[in-house]
């Protein structure tokens, strides 16, 4: 069982950024490809970004958004610059069983999942 913990969320002026992170205490942090995706009330839950096991690997559905991890600190990373007031969301972390790199963007090809972190941006 993988346990993950967002941090980082918060209340920021539209153009700003901040940086989302996700911990977990497991020690098999590293054997997980990583996901970020975002929920907006009334929405479906939304893809943001994936990374590979060894970070060496990642994609983002948003250019402003990039993701990576340190597995030595058992952390994901999701850094979100010039931020829009429409991306305004929960931010959820995930990990995906498998080994193979590839752009797992749905949420039903994800395992474990944290319990989220608001992201509000005013306009």
């Known amino acids: 069982q993988v346990q993950l913990v967002e941090s980082g969320g918060g209340l920021v002026q539209a153009g700003g950024s901040l940086r989302l992170s996700c911990t977990t205490s497991g020690r098999t942090f590293r054997s997980y490809p990583m996901g970020w995706f975002r929920q907006a009330p009334g929405k479906e839950r939304e893809f943001v970004a994936a990374?590979?096991?060894?970070?060496g690997s990642t994609y983002s559905a948003d250019s402003r958004f990039t993701i990576s991890r340190d597995n030595a600190k058992n952390t994901v990373y999701l850094q979100m610059n010039s931020l829009k007031p429409e991306v305004t969301a929960l931010y959820y972390c995930?990990?995906?069983?498998?080994?193979?790199?590839?752009?797992?963007?749905?949420?039903?090809?994800?395992?474990?999942w944290g319990q989220g972190t608001q992201v509000t941006v005013s306009s």
């Open positions: 990374v590979s096991m060894s970070g």
């Open positions: 995930a990990a995906r069983e498998g080994t193979v790199w590839r752009i797992a963007s749905r949420a039903d090809d994800y395992d474990y």
